[in-house]
C-alpha cells in the first residue's frame, strides 16, 4: 500500500471514530452473531471477507473499519433473513475478488439486482452479508450499515431518535438514521421474527455512564431485560433490552475501549 493511502486509512480510521464518540454519550458497539461453529465463522470473516481478528478479555471475534463483531457459541434459531436484523452491509473497492473467493466455498451469494454494485452473501450459520463496490474507498474493507426489518418503518426510527439520540437520515437514507459510528436502515415488512435467537441476534451500543443512562430508560417507562449490571471479569457494564419491533440490544460501557 502506497504511504500516502496508508496514512489515509489510518486517519479515517482513528479521527471520525474519536471524535463521534466524544460528541456523543451514545455509540455503535459492536453487533453479536450466534453460530454453531464460531472458530469456522471467524476464519469465513478473516480469510472471505477480510475482517481483522479482535479480541476482549473472554470475548473473541472480528473486526473491521467501523465494526466489531462478536460470537456466541450456540445454534442460531433461523437466519437472519427473515428477522428484525435482516443483513450487515459492508463496502469493498472491488467485488471481483470476493466473486472469486466466495466460489472455492459452499456458501451462497447473489446480486440483488442483475448487473449492480452489491452483493449479498449467505454466510456461516445464515448471516446475511451484503457488499457494496465502491471504487473511491481507501480501506479495503469497510461497515456501512445495518439492515432492519419492521412493521412500522417510521415509528422505529422516532424511537432510536428519542431512545438513544440519534438522528434521522438525509439525502438518498431518509429511511435511516445516524448513530455515532453506524447507520440503521429500516424497511417493512409484514411479520418480522425477534431478533434473540437468530444468526444476528442483537447489536451494541457504547454508552457513557451507562449505570445512569440504564435509570433514564426505566425512569421513563422502557423495560431492561437484563439490568445494569458491572462484570469485572470482562472489565466491561452492560444491560439489555428489546425494541418494540423485537431488536435486541445490549449497552455496554468499556467494550469499545480496550
Not at 460470537?71 to 433461523?78: A, I, L, R, V, Y
Not at 457494496?132 to 445495518?146: C, G, I, K, V
Request: proline share 8%; charged share 20%.
Amino acid at each position: 500500500m502506497p504511504l500516502f493511502r496508508f496514512f489515509a486509512v489510518c486517519l479515517i480510521a482513528a479521527v471520525p471514530a474519536v471524535a463521534q464518540r466524544s460528541a456523543q454519550p451514545v455509540a455503535f458497539g459492536h453487533i453479536h452473531l450466534n453460530s454453531s461453529d464460531p472458530e469456522t465463522a471467524i476464519a469465513f470473516w478473516k480469510d472471505v471477507i477480510g475482517a481483522a481478528t479482535y479480541s476482549h478479555e473472554s470475548l473473541n471475534g472480528v473486526s473491521t473499519l467501523g465494526a466489531t463483531i462478536l460470537f456466541t457459541k450456540k445454534d442460531p434459531s433461523g437466519p437472519s433473513a427473515g428477522s428484525t436484523i435482516e443483513y450487515i452491509a459492508l463496502k469493498v473497492p472491488d467485488l471481483q475478488p470476493f466473486v472469486e473467493k466466495l466460489a472455492r466455498t459452499s456458501y451462497k451469494s447473489f446480486q440483488p439486482v442483475p448487473g449492480g454494485d452489491s452483493l449479498m452473501i449467505d454466510g456461516p450459520d445464515g448471516v446475511r452479508i451484503e457488499l457494496t463496490e465502491d471504487s473511491s474507498m481507501y480501506a479495503p474493507l469497510q461497515f456501512d450499515h445495518m439492515q432492519f426489518r419492521t412493521t412500522q418503518p417510521q415509528e422505529a426510527q422516532a424511537w432510536y431518535i428519542k431512545t438513544f439520540g440519534a438522528r434521522p437520515g438525509t439525502g438518498d437514507k431518509p429511511d435511516s438514521i445516524l448513530i455515532a459510528g453506524a447507520t440503521l436502515t429500516f424497511e417493512h415488512a409484514d411479520s418480522p421474527a425477534p431478533s434473540a435467537g437468530r444468526a444476528i441476534d442483537h447489536i451494541g451500543f457504547e454508552v457513557k455512564g451507562l449505570e445512569a443512562f440504564c435509570q433514564k430508560l426505566t425512569d421513563s417507562g422502557i423495560k431492561l431485560d437484563s439490568p445494569y449490571r458491572s462484570v469485572p471479569q470482562l472489565k466491561l457494564s452492560l444491560a439489555f433490552l428489546t425494541d418494540p419491533w423485537g431488536t435486541r440490544i445490549e449497552l455496554t460501557e468499556g467494550l469499545a475501549t480496550h
